[in-house]
């Protein structure tokens, strides 16, 4: 059976970092691009950012591009979202998803839906 867990949300001031890991179990998603997705309250999720594992390449949404890195470690089977320079508007849920099917287009991570694998979130609140 196929788990994302996410941790290290948490309360953050605005201008400060944080990180969260997605750890996956299951499968071996090696071969795959897999992301970070958020949802803030009364507003659809978005895509944040993606990473291939085979050779690290990453894809950031253009509100996230310079303060946030995506990275992975392979030992672990673990995704991390770096977040600097947060924002009040970086406040939300933030989700790990990984394709049931394979892929491994790293644009194809911002279509992932309800048949592919989804962690149960973790709250990022930035306040100002």
């Known amino acids: 059976q196929v788990q994302l867990v996410e941790s290290g949300g948490g309360l953050v001031q605005a201008g400060g970092s944080l990180r969260v890991s997605c750890a996956a179990s299951?499968?071996?998603?090696?071969?795959?691009?897999m992301g970070w997705f958020r949802q803030a309250p009364g507003k659809e999720r978005e895509f944040v950012a993606a990473i291939r594992w085979i050779d690290g390449s990453t894809y950031y949404e253009d509100s996230v591009k310079g303060r946030f890195t995506i990275s992975k470690d392979n030992a672990k089977n673990t995704v991390y979202l770096q977040m600097n320079s947060l924002k009040p508007e970086d406040t939300a849920v933030y989700y790990c998803?990984?394709?049931?099917?394979?892929?491994?287009?790293?644009?194809?991570?911002?279509?992932?839906?309800?048949?592919?694998?989804w962690g149960q979130g973790t709250q990022v609140t930035v306040s100002s």
């Open positions: 998803a990984a394709p049931q099917k394979y892929q491994s287009s790293l644009l194809s991570v911002r279509n992932l839906g309800s048949d592919d694998y």
């Open positions: 299951g499968r071996s998603f090696s071969s795959y691009a």
